[in-house]
C-alpha cells in the first residue's frame, strides 16, 4: 500500500500552534501540530514511502528513534484515514 494523498476536498490553513484541516464534503475539522504539518507536506507527490518520510522526519528529530518515528506516522496517517482527510491508495 502507497502512502495517502491528501484529498482535494481537504483545505490546509496554518495557525500558530500547527494547521487545521478541513474536509468540505464531511464537514471534518482536524487539527495537526507542528510535526503533523511537516508530515502533511511530505505526502504525495513529494515523497511515495513511508521510509521517505520517516527519514526526513528523523533529520530533523535525530534524537527521537526511528522506530517511535514510523509508529506515530502510520497513528497519524491512519487518524487522516479514518476521518477522510487522505485518498488510500491500494496495491493493485
Known amino acids: 500500500m502507497g502512502l495517502p494523498r491528501p484529498l482535494s476536498t ?5 495557525v500558530p500552534e500547527g494547521a ?3 474536509s468540505t464534503q464531511k464537514e471534518v475539522y482536524f ?3 507542528q510535526l ?3 508530515i502533511w507536506r511530505l505526502l504525495p507527490p513529494v ?3 513511508e521510509d521517505e ?4 522526519v528523523s533529520r530533523e528529530y535525530p534524537d527521537v528513534t526511528l522506530g517511535t518515528i514510523a509508529f506515530d506516522l502510520r ?3 491512519d487518524e487522516l484515514a479514518r476521518n477522510e482527510l487522505v ?3 491500494r496495491a493493485a
Open 10 to 14: 481537504v483545505i490546509f490553513r496554518e
Open 20 to 22: 487545521i484541516l478541513f
Open 31 to 33: 487539527s495537526l501540530n
Open 36 to 38: 503533523g504539518v511537516k
Open 47 to 49: 515523497c511515495t514511502t
Open 53 to 56: 518520510i520517516v527519514a526526513h
Open 75 to 77: 497513528r497519524l496517517l
Open 87 to 89: 485518498e488510500v491508495q
